[in-house]
């Protein structure tokens, strides 16, 4: 079946350094979105990626969609303590419209 | 203009019995998404209306129902409630049910079944 997994799991930073978490999909993907959950809280969107190799930029955060738009890539350049939360990747269900969420990859950023 | 709005945030029961989930999606927004988030994992999508119709149904036992109204707004009815069932149900509402349309989820209402 459809498999979403996001590398790290979890990720543990030093307030300024930078951060990275990686989608892999098994499957090729229309689209893929980005997703921050606080805490507490609820998925709040990013961003949404659509065409193979696309890079996008919202202030320290670049986003990027692989080649084969089945990768994509969230990094975060000098963490914040705001940057904590959980970020998710997600894309088109296989043969249906709705969404596929990752794993997930857990921020603590250490101040 | 308001957010999507869950209600209730928080709701206790007990094995066996029955919950309905009620959601508001943003003014203007036609297509309602319901999922369920276990802590630690990412949402799994339950259900997906569109103008009132299921347009799709993610891989729940049938003790999970839902229904949208005229207004746009929904519920979602879990029968024979199960200890698994403890999570957080999140509402996600778009214009459209296309999956390039922008999801707004709701707060959530975290159930807990004892």
């Known amino acids: 079946g459809q498999q979403v997994m996001q590398i790290p799991q979890y990720q543990h930073v030093q307030e300024g350094e930078d951060f990275t978490t990686y989608c892999n999909s098994s499957t090729t993907l229309s689209n893929i979105q980005w997703y921050k959950q606080r805490p507490g809280g609820h998925p709040v969107f990013l961003i949404q990626l659509v065409k193979s190799g696309e890079v996008k930029k919202q202030k320290r955060l670049t986003f990027q969609f692989g080649e084969a738009k089945k990768n994509s890539s969230l990094h975060i350049t000098a963490t914040q303590t705001t940057d904590v939360g959980t970020y998710f990747c997600a894309g088109p269900r296989s043969g249906a419209n709705n969404l596929f969420f990752g794993t997930g990859t857990r921020l603590t950023v250490i101040p | 203009d308001a957010g999507v709005t869950q209600s209730p945030t928080h709701l206790i029961k007990t094995r066996g019995q029955h919950v309905t989930l009620r959601c508001s999606p943003i003014s203007g927004h036609k297509s309602v998404s319901w999922y369920q988030q276990v802590l630690g994992q990412g949402p799994q999508f339950i259900f997906q209306?569109?103008?009132?119709?299921?347009?799709g149904r993610g891989n729940f036992p049938d003790r999970f129902s839902a229904r949208q109204f005229p207004n746009y707004s929904s519920e979602l009815n879990v029968n024979a409630l199960l200890l698994g069932d403890s999570a957080l149900y999140l509402c996600a509402s778009s214009f459209t049910s296309a999956t390039t349309d922008t999801q707004y989820f709701g707060p959530g209402t975290r159930l807990t079944v004892l």
């Open positions: 209306y569109y103008e009132k119709e299921e347009r």
